[in-house]
């Protein structure tokens, strides 16, 4: 009777995608390896490809662009076939690859319209040949399983030197490795036709055994429900058959399914929530779906799907992606020759599209890891947190953004209910600190004492800064500059992405000879399709900066180590230049970034992969300086503001310090950010502290500040902002000590106050892009309207605009210049002195100028406004009425709503009809 057993997924219908939905632009790889050749994150996919140029693997989204489209971009990950790769359960932009280099390597991939990183977080060298598997563990952060020629290794990608364990070596080549579901077991399935199955913490040989495969040809191993492995192969006859085991005994099969004879592996898929297995045969056309029962192991055959073109690989896509309001319980993508093909399996239901079927979607595993490798391998057992896939009940990570949400309306007083600062008596009207800029007079209901408050608050919000609220919005569409083709968004991750001044913003695009155009930010609008007249710059553009006191030289690093110096006519240009001012050249390898000083004109500085720092005089056109100490590649230079030292931040994990006129060695060295994906510096609070922005250990992007006078002595303090692949370009305004931060493909940009003691940081509202924007440059402090309160305008650059950002204090008493928020600032668009004169030992400083316009009074000389107390009038409190008296009120109320009493009612005027008519 249990082939009439209920089941919930029996009618379960896979429905192919239109072809529109179809990832286009692929080229399937080779087919002659171990793994799926495809494999999906909730954000990303990657596949096997033989695009030319050794170990490719193709890379796309789960959802198409903003734009409808499907973008597919390459990476080349390794000198040899790709044969295996795997995403981390745990991180939706990690993934592993292995290769016949003997390689494994770990990447973190960003959005395919962007350029991916070209050198792996960690290269695993384990010497044991060929890497044929790799595979994550389900329950543990960092923890590897790889698969050598007949070698099973572990490895915690946080010890790179050895691996964890080498398991007992296989007498022939590995073909399959799969991870029970809680992580304790591994098994592996392999050509000498054996079955293992290891407990790699007890001990490193096999704990179960069996000759389970009648066939040396490709096979597969699963874990399904509970203890049941799954196996693909062939039997004696070349027939592809499909067995279930039990882990705990494998001596025999419990249930055993034939499916036809042909060449092609079977690679299964099983989703643990359902019991659905997903069989799809290489290079078949058929995609079988069948349920796993486990009350008495059989397998249930639910539906036959027939492809429109044969299969090179298929993967699931995580649980979270799926349109659960539509019964979608598991969706697949196909990987055939040109595109990838998804197929939904759904379970036709009432209501489907309006409301959630619980018992279709139990909890499932989560995306935080339950432990650390070294937890797991000292014997913890812990298992991955499940969460709810009911869209109401989805856990919501709370964002640094609702965080401020959150204490924005604590501050305002709007979450008066659930605020801890809440009493009866305050909730009906919340009070307001004195110093509240709202302009609303305070209530009249008890609150707080003062101490309390305070305590309250400053617990809750931290300390208090006037640019908590700072708010960020795009201005309007009549500023931008439109229609931009060809822009380069590839630019190398030391680059900027463009550049900006008063007058001109300078753009790299992406044609042949590193050409850059130029822009007038006076002339916004849509740029004409064709003859645009640009720099040609004859290389490939490194790095690219305005001189600070010439709105019209532009200094450009090229790849062949050169620098020139480009002139651009007044008025913008009219044609295309082929001839720099002047050319640069002591480097003798690329360059990667250069700046120019703050203070004394004509002097520029460049770092390169020759490990060197150079200083130019732009007046001579001669090097000057050559700075050495640097072991490894210089992420970033920044002159302090008195433009006396330059400070480096390397490769190498060390931030240095440079006195250039005294010494080519650094002056001071400490240690800097542990990651080794990139950072950048800027000098903050008045030049006594160095802000660093990189990456930790762990990858994640932190910030990091140190002491200038104490700079051995590591970071005073740092804070941990996300994870993400780009590196957080720095803005400083040493006016208001804000640091505005983003990276190049970012959507948010972070904002903190920096303060010379603790906290240190203090965060204040992020603002939020409307897409992903590929570089965010500052223009100078004049650029600011005091009038709406701007306190930075910056330029956003997208994939064929520039638009002005700004950034605004929110004010009350605008008509008031705010001079709390604007100190006189320096005349930076001004040299303090000549280059010469810096160089022969002079030093200098900027003048200073008032931004407050003549027609403004300054906000601290504004008239003070006496609070105005609302109030009812005393005989509203004073006088006494009797019962009879508020009864009287009352009825005279009602009556007077209903009307006279003595009036007839209106049916009493109506005729009505003859007795004698009711007899008919």
């Given at each position: 009777?249990?082939?009439?057993?209920?089941?919930?997924?029996?009618?379960?219908?896979?429905?192919?995608?239109?072809?529109?939905?179809?990832?286009?632009?692929?080229?399937?790889?080779?087919?002659?390896?171990?793994?799926?050749?495809?494999?999906?994150?909730?954000?990303?996919?990657?596949?096997?490809?033989?695009?030319?140029?050794?170990g490719m693997l193709g890379l796309s989204s789960v959802k198409p662009g903003t734009d409808?489209?499907?973008?597919?971009?390459?990476?080349?990950?390794?000198?040899?076939?790709?044969?295996?790769?795997?995403?981390?359960?745990?991180?939706?932009?990690?993934?592993?690859?292995?290769?016949?280099?003997?390689?494994?390597?770990?990447?973190?991939?960003?959005?395919?319209?962007?350029?991916?990183?070209?050198?792996?977080?960690?290269?695993?060298?384990?010497?044991?040949?060929?890497?044929?598997?790799?595979?994550?563990?389900?329950?543990?952060?960092?923890?590897?399983?790889?698969?050598?020629?007949?070698?099973?290794?572990?490895?915690?990608?946080?010890?790179?030197?050895?691996?964890?364990?080498?398991?007992?070596?296989?007498?022939?080549?590995?073909?399959?490795?799969?991870?029970?579901?809680?992580?304790?077991?591994?098994?592996?399935?392999?050509?000498?036709?054996?079955?293992?199955?290891?407990?790699?913490?007890?001990?490193?040989?096999?704990?179960?055994?069996?000759?389970?495969?009648?066939?040396?040809?490709?096979?597969?191993?699963?874990?399904?429900?509970?203890?049941?492995?799954?196996?693909?192969?062939?039997?004696?006859?070349?027939?592809?058959?499909?067995?279930?085991?039990?882990?705990?005994?494998?001596?025999?099969?419990?249930?055993?399914?034939?499916?036809?004879?042909?060449?092609?592996?079977?690679?299964?898929?099983?989703?643990?929530?359902?019991?659905?297995?997903?069989?799809?045969?290489?290079?078949?056309?058929?995609?079988?779906?069948?349920?796993?029962?486990?009350?008495?192991?059989?397998?249930?055959?639910?539906?036959?799907?027939?492809?429109?073109?044969?299969?090179?690989?298929?993967?699931?896509?995580?649980?979270?992606?799926?349109?659960?309001?539509?019964?979608?319980?598991?969706?697949?993508?196909?990987?055939?020759?040109?595109?990838?093909?998804?197929?939904?399996?759904?379970?036709?239901?009432?209501?489907?599209?309006?409301?959630?079927?619980?018992?279709?979607y139990p909890d499932t595993v989560g995306t935080t890891a339950a432990m650390s490798a070294?937890?797991?391998?000292?014997?913890?057992?812990?298992?991955?947190?499940?969460?709810?896939?009911?869209?109401?009940?989805?856990?919501?990570?709370?964002?640094?953004?609702?965080?401020?949400?959150?204490?924005?309306?604590?501050?305002?007083?709007?979450?008066?209910?659930?605020?801890?600062?809440?009493?009866?008596?305050?909730?009906?009207?919340?009070?307001?600190?004195?110093?509240?800029?709202?302009?609303?007079?305070?209530?009249?209901?008890?609150?707080?004492?003062?101490?309390?408050?305070?305590?309250?608050?400053?617990?809750?919000?931290?300390?208090?800064?006037?640019?908590?609220?700072?708010?960020?919005?795009?201005?309007?569409?009549?500023?931008?500059?439109?229609?931009?083709?060809?822009?380069?968004?590839?630019?190398?991750?030391?680059?900027?992405?463009?550049?900006?001044?008063?007058?001109?913003?300078?753009?790299?695009?992406?044609?042949?000879?590193?050409?850059?155009?130029?822009?007038?930010?006076?002339?916004?609008?849509?740029?004409?399709?064709?003859?645009?007249?640009?720099?040609?710059?004859?290389?490939?553009?490194?790095?690219?900066?305005?001189?600070?006191?010439?709105?019209?030289?532009?200094?450009?690093?090229?790849?062949?180590?050169?620098?020139?110096?480009?002139?651009?006519?007044?008025?913008?240009?009219?044609?295309?230049?082929?001839?720099?001012?002047?050319?640069?050249?002591?480097?003798?390898?690329?360059?990667?970034?250069?700046?120019?000083?703050?203070?004394?004109?004509?002097?520029?500085?460049?770092?390169?992969?020759?490990?060197?720092?150079?200083?130019?005089?732009?007046?001579?056109?001669?090097?000057?300086?050559?700075?050495?100490?640097?072991?490894?590649?210089?992420?970033?230079?920044?002159?302090?503001?008195?433009?006396?030292?330059?400070?480096?931040?390397?490769?190498?994990?060390?931030?240095?310090?440079?006195?250039?006129?005294?010494?080519?060695?650094?002056?001071?060295?400490?240690?800097?950010?542990?990651?080794?994906?990139?950072?950048?510096?800027?000098?903050?609070?008045?030049?006594?502290?160095?802000?660093?922005?990189?990456?930790?250990?762990?990858?994640?992007?932190?910030?990091?500040?140190?002491?200038?006078?104490?700079?051995?002595?590591?970071?005073?303090?740092?804070?941990?902002?996300?994870?993400?692949?780009?590196?957080?370009?720095?803005?400083?305004?040493?006016?208001?000590?804000?640091?505005?931060?983003?990276?190049?493909?970012?959507?948010?940009?972070?904002?903190?106050?920096?303060?010379?003691?603790?906290?240190?940081?203090?965060?204040?509202?992020?603002?939020?892009?409307?897409?992903?924007?590929?570089?965010?440059?500052?223009?100078?402090?004049?650029?600011?309207?005091?009038?709406?309160?701007?306190?930075?305008?910056?330029?956003?650059?997208?994939?064929?605009?520039?638009?002005?950002?700004?950034?605004?204090?929110?004010?009350?008493?605008?008509?008031?210049?705010?001079?709390?928020?604007?100190?006189?600032?320096?005349?930076?668009?001004?040299?303090?002195?000549?280059?010469?004169?810096?160089?022969?030992?002079?030093?200098?400083?900027?003048?200073?100028?008032?931004?407050?316009?003549?027609?403004?009074?300054?906000?601290?000389?504004?008239?003070?406004?006496?609070?105005?107390?609302?109030?009812?009038?005393?005989?509203?409190?004073?006088?006494?009425?009797?019962?009879?008296?508020?009864?009287?009120?009352?009825?005279?109320?009602?009556?007077?709503?209903?009307?006279?009493?003595?009036?007839?009612?209106?049916?009493?005027?109506?005729?009505?009809?003859?007795?004698?008519?009711?007899?008919?």
């Amino acid at each position: 009777m249990n082939r009439f057993r209920t089941s919930k997924f029996k009618n379960t219908t896979p429905k192919i995608a239109k072809t529109e939905e179809w990832i286009g632009n692929v080229h399937g790889g080779s087919i002659f390896s171990q793994g799926n050749h495809i494999k999906a994150s909730s954000k990303l996919v990657v596949f096997s490809t033989d695009q030319a140029g050794g170990g490719m693997l193709g890379l796309s989204s789960v959802k198409p662009g903003t734009d409808g489209q499907w973008r597919v971009t390459h990476i080349s990950c390794h000198s040899e076939l790709v044969c295996d790769m795997d995403f981390s359960p745990f991180d939706e932009c990690l993934l592993v690859t292995c290769s016949g280099d003997e390689t494994a390597k770990l990447w973190c991939l960003c959005d395919p319209e962007l350029e991916q990183p070209s050198e792996p977080e960690l290269t695993l060298h384990p010497g044991q040949g060929k890497l044929e598997l790799v595979l994550f563990h389900p329950t543990s952060s960092g923890l590897l399983a790889l698969g050598a020629t007949n070698s099973l290794l572990l490895w915690d990608t946080s010890r790179q030197d050895a691996p964890l364990a080498v398991l007992e070596n296989h007498s022939d080549q590995l073909q399959s490795l799969s991870w029970k579901q809680d992580g304790s077991l591994l098994a592996s399935s392999c050509k000498d036709k054996m079955l293992r199955v290891f407990d790699p913490r007890a001990q490193l040989t096999a704990v179960q055994s069996t000759k389970g495969l009648q066939n040396n040809k490709d096979s597969r191993i699963l874990w399904t429900k509970e203890d049941l492995l799954l196996t693909t192969g062939f039997d004696m006859m070349r027939s592809r058959e499909v067995r279930l085991w039990d882990s705990r005994k494998l001596t025999s099969s419990i249930s055993s399914l034939s499916l036809g004879t042909s060449k092609g592996t079977v690679m299964p898929l099983f989703d643990d929530d359902t019991g659905l297995l997903i069989l799809a045969g290489m290079a078949d056309t058929v995609i079988d779906c069948f349920e796993v029962s486990t009350s008495e192991p059989v397998l249930t055959q639910v539906s036959h799907c027939l492809t429109e073109a044969s299969t090179r690989g298929v993967c699931m896509v995580p649980k979270f992606e799926l349109d659960v309001m539509s019964c979608e319980v598991m969706r697949i993508l196909q990987l055939t020759d040109n595109h990838i093909v998804p197929i939904s399996y759904q379970v036709p239901r009432k209501n489907s599209g309006n409301d959630f079927h619980a018992d279709l979607y139990p909890d499932t595993v989560g995306t935080t890891a339950a432990m650390s490798a070294d937890e797991w391998w000292q014997g913890g057992n812990k298992q991955v947190e499940k969460v709810s896939l009911n869209p109401e009940k989805r856990p919501k990570t709370q964002t640094t953004n609702q965080i401020t949400a959150k204490k924005e309306d604590l501050a305002r007083g709007c979450s008066t209910s659930s605020s801890p600062l809440s009493t009866p008596s305050s909730s009906a009207v919340p009070s307001r600190s004195p110093s509240s800029t709202s302009g609303l007079s305070s209530g009249f209901v008890p609150s707080p004492s003062p101490s309390q408050s305070a305590k309250a608050i400053h617990n809750l919000l931290g300390p208090s800064t006037k640019f908590r609220h700072i708010q960020g919005s795009v201005m309007h569409r009549d500023s931008h500059i439109t229609n931009i083709k060809g822009i380069n968004l590839t630019t190398p991750g030391e680059c900027d992405g463009f550049c900006v001044n008063s007058k001109l913003v300078a753009v790299p695009l992406a044609t042949s000879g590193g050409q850059i155009g130029v822009f007038e930010r006076s002339k916004p609008g849509r740029q004409p399709d064709t003859n645009v007249p640009t720099i040609q710059n004859s290389v490939n553009v490194a790095d690219l900066c305005w001189d600070p006191f010439n709105t019209h030289c532009l200094a450009v690093a090229g790849d062949d180590a050169k620098i020139r110096v480009w002139l651009v006519p007044e008025g913008g240009l009219v044609e295309t230049l082929t001839e720099p001012e002047l050319i640069l050249q002591g480097h003798t390898e690329k360059i990667y970034s250069i700046k120019f000083h703050p203070l004394a004109s004509g002097l520029l500085v460049s770092s390169s992969y020759d490990l060197t720092v150079r200083l130019w005089n732009l007046e001579s056109g001669e090097e000057v300086k050559v700075l050495s100490g640097h072991e490894d590649q210089v992420f970033g230079m920044a002159w302090s503001p008195d433009g006396k030292l330059l400070a480096t931040v390397c490769k190498d994990g060390k931030v240095r310090i440079y006195d250039p006129r005294k010494s080519a060695t650094p002056v001071q060295e400490g240690p800097g950010p542990e990651g080794h994906r990139g950072a950048r510096i800027v000098w903050v609070c008045e030049g006594k502290y160095l802000l660093v922005s990189g990456f930790n250990s762990q990858s994640q992007r932190g910030l990091y500040l140190y002491s200038v006078g104490s700079l051995s002595s590591g970071a005073v303090s740092n804070v941990n902002v996300d994870v993400a692949p780009s590196i957080l370009i720095p803005f400083y305004d040493p006016d208001t000590s804000l640091a505005i931060l983003t990276g190049k493909g970012d959507t948010r940009v972070h904002i903190y106050e920096l303060v010379p003691e603790s906290p240190y940081f203090i965060e204040c509202s992020n603002f939020n892009t409307p897409e992903p924007h590929k570089g965010l440059t500052f223009l100078p402090k004049t650029a600011c309207n005091v009038q709406e309160v701007e306190i930075a305008v910056a330029l956003m650059l997208t994939k064929t605009t520039i638009e002005p950002v700004a950034f605004k204090v929110p004010r009350v008493k605008k008509e008031f210049f705010q001079d709390d928020v604007y100190p006189e600032t320096a005349i930076c668009w001004e040299p303090a002195l000549t280059g010469s004169a810096w160089l022969a030992g002079s030093n200098g400083q900027h003048k200073r100028m008032s931004l407050k316009p003549k027609d403004m009074t300054p906000v601290s000389e504004a008239p003070k406004e006496a609070p105005v107390r609302k109030y009812m009038p005393s005989s509203y409190y004073l006088e006494e009425k009797t019962d009879e008296q508020k009864k009287e009120e009352l009825l005279s109320a009602m009556v007077a709503k209903l009307g006279n009493l003595d009036d007839p009612l209106p049916q009493e005027a109506f005729e009505g009809v003859d007795d004698d008519e009711w007899d008919d």
